[in-house]
């Protein structure tokens, strides 16, 4: 059979001048190490819990650590800079000690976090949930930088996004949204550009599996695409748990996403998510 060519992609990453596949995707591990996050919020604060969960990460087979250090689980509490970027610094210092080879992702909106982490700990790779609206220094600062770029889609903010988000049509708004950006980005200069659509920021159960059936239309932009859904109230809600009993229906959404062509999933379990590549790759690839 032959293979979809309907769709450009590019199936590559350059993260700190090396050059990463993502066919077969990667994997992003979740290092929250926040008071307050949905699911594992207080679990990663000492130095011991953080280092514990960096070589656990690293031991299950992640390719990429995305570190965050401001809760943007819905109505959060807004965290003073200072705050954020102490929490990140220390977290930067032990994996550069314990994991130096790996890649890593900065889970932030605020341009002077992004820069602190780039010029001081030689991040790979900024993760911004707002896409650039929370910070509008934060185009010009990538781009100075010469870093990998995830520019994710919200609506709102993480105080007001699940209040009453309405679309026309999601899949078309939120690509309309990307293209006006992607130009911005491209004018800048910025050389690594990955799409995150932003599953639970600012959309309702309907509008995330909306979302979900129409990941392959952003594959036209030829962009990396993103994806993290993990243990996040779309999948828990539906089926009536919690997010700590949601690993199963995680998995499950992932690999629907791996099946529309996904290129990385950022996951709080990476062991599982790894098997589902693995999987998906080897039905994908066999005659």
Do not use: C
């Not at 990453?13 to 992003?28: F, S, W």
Request: proline letters at 5%.
């Amino acid at each position: 059979m032959d293979k979809d060519t309907s769709f450009l992609q590019n199936h590559t990453l350059v993260l700190g001048g090396r050059l990463y596949e993502t066919d077969p995707p990667l994997i992003m591990g979740i290092l929250n190490v926040t008071p307050d996050s949905f699911y594992d919020g207080g679990k990663y604060v000492s130095e011991e819990d953080i280092a514990g969960r960096v070589e656990q990460l690293a031991s299950e087979g992640a390719d990429i650590l995305d570190v965050g250090a401001f809760s943007t689980r819905p109505g959060a509490e807004p965290v003073p800079e200072e705050e954020e970027w102490r929490r990140l610094e220390q977290a930067l210092r032990i994996i550069r000690d314990l994991q130096p080879q790996l890649p890593v992702s900065v889970d932030t909106f605020r341009a002077s976090v992004a820069r602190k982490a780039v010029e001081g700990y030689a991040v790979e790779m900024i993760n911004d949930i707002s896409g650039g609206d929370m910070d509008p220094e934060m185009f010009r600062t990538v781009a100075d930088l010469r870093v990998a770029y995830v520019m994710m889609h919200m609506q709102g903010t993480p105080q007001t996004m699940q209040d009453n988000p309405e679309y026309d049509h999601v899949v078309r708004d939120i690509l309309y949204i990307f293209s006006k950006k992607i130009a911005l980005l491209n004018e800048l200069g910025v050389t690594t550009l990955v799409l995150d659509p932003g599953f639970g920021f600012g959309k309702t159960l309907e509008h995330n599996y909306q979302l979900l059936k129409g990941l392959k239309a952003f594959r036209a932009t030829g962009l990396p695409l993103l994806v993290g859904v993990s243990r996040k109230s779309m999948i828990w809600r539906l089926l009536g748990t919690s997010a700590e009993e949601a690993l199963e229906g995680t998995t499950v959404v992932q690999t629907l996403a791996l099946l529309e062509g996904v290129d990385i999933l950022r996951v709080h379990d990476v062991r599982a998510a790894r098997e589902a590549v693995k999987i998906i790759d080897y039905w994908k690839n066999t005659l």
